[in-house]
């Protein structure tokens, strides 16, 4: 499929500097820029439509209540879900501690067993280690293979009776490289533990049923998926969602308050403590009808596409070590020389080109690596072969200057 059929630059108004000139911007996985549909919502929702849902009697509240539940109808149905199954986090972040919080500390005990792999994002680290710490469980690692990929063969000698949880991440954001789902899965329920799919990179470049997946947890931000900052959603098995305590608590999530005795709405809304992201959540809803009218598979292709000719293009740079599979979705992660990925992208910013140097909140999988940071390059459906002609100049331009 050719790129020109699907960069759609000019929807975004963040992608061209303030003089007109063209940003090249390749720092997709840390966050999407913004197509003006979604400013549009966001803008309206927080203006001429603005109101609190759930507890107004007048209209404007009552519109702005069917407004956020159809949009946690068109986020479950982003991932193949049900409303029921959706509960709006800030991101997935939280989404993942909140699993950990309450799920975790109500199932797990000492000496239960989670397995992690060498490439989570701290984000699926750090909340198990809390709840380690909190109640002894055991935190295990899977290794990866020479491409970078979870090496779920390896992880077989890594579960047993004791494992409870597998949490992994559907799409890795250093190397791009996919999960093999259907093993993860399988081997999940061979010992019959629960599956959290980390899937922050995924749903924007890949077509998510939660239900082929056959995951128990799945979690994901809105902002990289070209919606907004401060929302995100943790999609959930309605049993398991059902039988979990409350998260937070506050306003919205109780069903009845006394001093002496306090009882639980119903999930999802006993894990939405207080007013919630309403804008956000509207605008999340604007930015799945945005890649949903483009179609997910038509963008996946594109930016298939534009990893093959990157990866093509930085392969001929003799000094340059490229990290994770061929075929990674989405985002290139590499090394120049000895020239320090921080050098790298500040003259990557002379040349207008915007890539990531650093850890990309992967600390582990930098020291499997043996390098401090990693440079990225990541896409998105606006992406084109202009943004990787101009990556590949700055580069050129950076070992001219660094001799
Ligand atoms: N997991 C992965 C794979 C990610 O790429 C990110 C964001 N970099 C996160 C989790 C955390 O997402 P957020 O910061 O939006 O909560």
């Not at 199954?85 to 000496?111: C, D, P, Q, S, Y």
Request: with cysteine.
């Amino acid at each position: 499929m050719s790129t020109q059929t699907i960069s759609r630059k000019a929807d975004f108004p963040g992608m061209v500097n303030a003089d007109g000139s063209p940003w090249h911007y390749l720092d997709t996985a840390a966050t999407s820029q913004k197509p003006q549909a979604v400013v549009d919502a966001m803008a309206n929702a927080l203006g001429r439509d603005y109101a609190t849902v759930h507890r107004g009697v007048y209209s404007r509240s009552a519109e702005m209540t069917l407004g956020y539940e159809a949009a946690r109808r068109k986020v479950a149905g982003l991932v193949g879900g049900v409303e029921d199954e959706i509960v709006f986090t800030r991101g997935a972040t939280e989404a993942i501690n909140l699993v950990a919080a309450t799920w975790g500390a109500a199932n797990l005990k000492a000496g239960d067993r989670v397995l992690l792999s060498v490439l989570e994002h701290h984000s699926n680290i750090v909340p198990w280690q809390m709840l380690r710490d909190r109640v002894g469980i055991e935190i295990d690692v899977c290794p990866l293979t020479d491409d970078g990929r979870i090496d779920l063969d390896a992880a077989r000698q890594l579960v047993d009776e004791r494992t409870k949880l597998i949490a992994l991440a559907h799409v890795s954001n250093v190397l791009g490289s996919r999960l093999d789902t259907a093993k993860a899965a399988e081997l999940a329920r061979s010992v019959g533990a629960k599956l959290l799919l980390d899937g922050c990179q995924a749903v924007p470049r890949t077509k998510v049923d939660v239900k082929a997946l056959d995951c128990d947890f799945y979690v994901f931000s809105a902002h990289k998926i070209y919606g907004p900052t401060g929302i995100g959603a943790l999609w959930a098995k309605k049993d398991i969602l059902d039988a979990m305590p409350p998260y937070q608590g506050g306003g919205s999530m109780i069903d009845r308050v006394t001093f002496e005795k306090t009882t639980w709405a119903d999930a999802p809304q006993r894990f939405e403590a207080g007013t919630p992201a309403i804008t956000e959540a509207i605008a999340f809803a604007a930015a799945v009808d945005y890649v949903e009218g483009i179609g997910i598979e038509r963008i996946a292709a594109h930016e298939d596409d534009l990893v093959r000719k990157a990866r093509a293009e930085l392969a001929k740079i003799n000094s340059l070590r490229l990290f994770g599979p061929d075929d990674s979705a989405g985002i290139v992660s590499f090394q120049l020389g000895d020239i320090h990925p921080h050098d790298l992208g500040t003259i990557l910013d002379e040349e207008n080109v915007a890539i990531r140097a650093g850890h990309h909140c992967a600390q582990p999988l930098m020291d499997h690596l043996g390098v401090p940071a990693t440079a990225r390059a990541s896409f998105g459906l606006y992406s084109d072969e202009d943004d990787i002609a101009a990556l590949i100049r700055g580069i050129e331009r950076t070992m001219r200057i660094f001799g």
